[in-house]
């Protein structure tokens, strides 16, 4: 079975504080994706990583940063995180099909 | 750009047919993804289409129409677990992200 991993399933951070979201996979998947969901809005797209070192951005990315250092793992970084970041964050790998994570609901205070 | 639709919110009854619709409008197509979603979880995978036609697997069939950029995933015999939502999502090209549309919240009554 394909593993997604998130590091957390619940995080609640204050305003300006620096978040690391981090993600791995065990299938040897060369692309990552990181989306938010938010109610209304759907999943949208903020970063994704084709290999190692690589990244290009998504449809959202401002605010944002990433890390891809080892190919099994993806991280998502809130340079200095606000409150219109709160939502849920869904890390996936896969080449046919995407393969979720379980999801991390932060919420910024 | 891209646009894709699909209803907010359906409702059906528990042993009954469903069809929830999906309406893309996207520069370039690659392949057309139906995803689970069950509420506090992470979406699964359900279906995919890059040719025409009815893909059948158990109780879902997914339609692919790239002619008229539709798509539909119909649900049979319905059961109180199948209350979820829905994501359609379309490929562009090659290997690009998946473009999702908002999801369709479908809850199975009684």
């Known amino acids: 079975d394909v593993k997604v991993t998130q590091s957390s399933r619940y995080l609640v951070k204050r305003t300006g504080e620096k978040v690391f979201l981090e993600c791995v996979q065990d299938?040897?998947?060369?692309?990552m994706f990181w989306y938010r969901q938010d109610p209304g809005l759907g999943l949208r797209l903020i970063y994704f990583?084709?290999?190692?070192?690589?990244?290009e951005k998504g449809d959202i990315p401002e605010g944002y940063s990433v890390s891809r250092e080892k190919k099994e793992r993806f991280s998502l970084i809130l340079e200095s995180a606000s409150t219109n970041q709160t939502s849920m964050y869904l890390c996936?790998?896969?080449?046919?099909?995407?393969?979720f994570g379980q999801g991390t609901r932060l919420t910024v205070v | 750009g891209q646009n894709i639709d699909q209803p907010t919110e359906m409702t059906a009854t528990e042993g009954a047919i469903v069809q929830i619709n999906c309406t893309y409008q996207?520069?370039?197509?690659?392949?057309l993804f139906w995803y689970q979603q069950h509420a506090g979880e992470a979406p699964t995978f359900l279906s995919y289409?890059?040719?025409?036609g009815l893909e059948e697997k158990g109780r879902f069939s997914s339609f692919l129409s790239r002619s008229k950029g539709y798509s539909y995933l119909l649900l049979k015999e319905l059961q109180m677990k199948d209350s979820a939502s829905y994501l359609c999502?379309?490929?562009?090209?090659?290997?690009?992200?998946?473009?999702f549309g908002k999801g369709t919240r479908l809850s199975v009554i009684a």
């Open positions: 996936a790998s896969g080449t046919e099909e995407a393969f």
């Open positions: 299938m040897d998947h060369e692309n």
């Open positions: 990583s084709y290999d190692v070192k690589m990244k």
């Open positions: 996207t520069s370039g197509f690659n392949g």
């Open positions: 289409n890059v040719l025409d």
């Open positions: 999502a379309v490929r562009r090209s090659g290997n690009t992200p998946l473009v």
